[in-house]
């Protein structure tokens, strides 16, 4: 719950609000039309579109893909990270994060790297196709990414987008 400006404070009304992300623009439509205008805890509640651009297109195209193997290098793990994505377009992927190091040996794959797709439209679709999927010996997450990835800010190799060709 976000409270009101201060502005507001005093002026008749409730003036809370918050912000739902849903996971498809059809849930977004469902929950507009079932909610608007309902009366709820003695209040008719506004439900419509955020207003503006979220800023966030990246996120709703960005994944989180986890249970990976340590494929070596960079250029393995594009064509592992495509092999995986058949059928979808990828724009872009990070580098491999590989597990912090702890003080028993880690068994299985816990490596993982985020993956922007090119449409937005795709990563529903994705996940549900890929999430849980049976792959390299194991079962990968794949699940909507809602922060900013680690290597964003990173430069040299291995850092976010995909590797470009020398000229």
Request: net charge negative; hydrophobic share 30%; proline share 5%.
């Amino acid at each position: 719950m976000i409270p009101p400006h201060e502005s507001l404070k005093e002026k008749p009304g409730n003036h809370n609000y918050c912000f739902v992300d849903l996971s498809s623009a059809s849930e977004v439509e469902e929950a507009i039309n079932a909610l608007n205008g309902k009366e709820v805890w003695d209040w008719r509640i506004k439900v419509n579109h955020t207003p503006g651009s979220s800023g966030k297109l990246g996120e709703r195209r960005r994944l989180f893909v986890g249970g990976l193997p340590d494929f070596g290098d960079q250029d393995a793990t594009e064509a592992g990270i495509k092999e995986l994505f058949e059928g979808f377009e990828v724009a872009k992927v990070s580098k491999l994060f590989l597990p912090r190091e702890t003080s028993e040996e880690r068994e299985g794959h816990h490596c993982y790297c985020f993956v922007e797709l090119a449409d937005e439209s795709q990563t529903e679709k994705a996940i549900l196709e890929l999430d849980w999927k049976e792959k390299w010996d194991s079962k990968v997450r794949v699940k909507t990414a809602t922060s900013k990835p680690q290597g964003v800010h990173r430069t040299g190799l291995g850092g976010w987008g995909m590797k470009k060709e020398p000229n």
